[in-house]
């Protein structure tokens, strides 16, 4: 496709599970969305899936390479004339400790869950200036508290906290930048394939205080929230989606 919209959003991680939601809310909110991640059948899959009259582009890119980034969104901007949002999504897990993690794991899950959300913000904040848009972060709760036997993902989700906040603070008012924080989701790439019945989510929805974990489509609205006018006075904010799980402190339910 080449021709103006009025509103661009690139969605990076866009193949499957949450960014396939955020792009399919984009498009029905009347969005041009660009999905982007390493895998063409998934992307054109998704792409095929979209709402009825809804735009959704598919491109190639590795994010972990600053190059195919900044081309990657020079060739949103040339061909559809603007860019007013960034959804920076894209994600691995990363399981082990401080003592089991090799350097080169370790080097994996900070070049995707980390570096790879600079280098798009890199590349678009400029064009992100000339539209008054924004940037939604997707971290995860793992960036707000830790996980056992997960310490390069909970590292590289953390430094997503505060990336936002500083990104918030160098851009404003020009560019908001927020993060939304997911719990545990089914259908991402870490669950896929699981259902609410397996043991190991029957065990997350038993500490989380609405009973279920998410589906993507709830991650996705507070995403859209994020990215659009009624959220025009919101900055630096971190939104955790996860039940009400955070708001624990960690004690058993006690029946008096």
């Not at 009347?30 to 982007?36: E, S």
């Not at 089991?100 to 980390?114: C, D, F, G, S, Y």
């Not at 009400?244 to 008096?256: C, K, T, V, Y």
Request: charged share 20%; hydrophobic share 45%.
């Amino acid at each position: 496709m080449s021709g103006f919209a009025e509103r661009v959003v690139v969605v990076t991680g866009g193949g499957s599970g949450i960014g396939a939601a955020v792009a399919h809310r984009f498009a029905s909110e009347g969005y041009a969305v660009v999905i982007v991640g390493r895998t063409r059948d998934k992307l054109r899959k998704t792409a095929a899936a979209a709402p009825t009259d809804g735009i959704v582009l598919a491109r190639t890119a590795d994010l972990t390479v600053p190059e195919e980034v900044d081309a990657l969104i020079d060739s949103v901007v040339t061909d559809l004339g603007r860019l007013d949002v960034l959804v920076n999504n894209a994600g691995v897990p990363a399981f082990g400790t401080v003592e089991t993690v090799t350097p080169k794991e370790w080097r994996n899950a900070m070049a995707i869950n980390l570096d790879a959300y600079f280098h798009t913000s890199h590349a678009a904040i400029r064009h992100l200036r000339a539209t008054r848009g924004c940037i939604v972060n997707v971290g995860s709760t793992g960036g707000l508290g830790g996980d056992h036997g997960m310490v390069a993902y909970n590292t590289a989700k953390g430094a997503v906290v505060n990336l936002t906040r500083a990104m918030a603070l160098d851009h404003a008012p020009e560019v908001r930048v927020n993060a939304v924080h997911p719990g545990f989701t089914l259908n991402t790439g870490i669950t896929a394939g699981a259902t609410s019945d397996l043991p190991v989510v029957r065990a997350f929805a038993d500490r989380i205080p609405f009973g279920r974990v998410a589906e993507p489509e709830e991650i996705a609205g507070v995403v859209a929230f994020l990215a659009g006018p009624d959220a025009r006075y919101v900055t630096g904010a971190q939104i955790p989606v996860d039940g009400g799980l955070g708001a624990a402190n960690g004690q058993p339910r006690i029946e008096m």
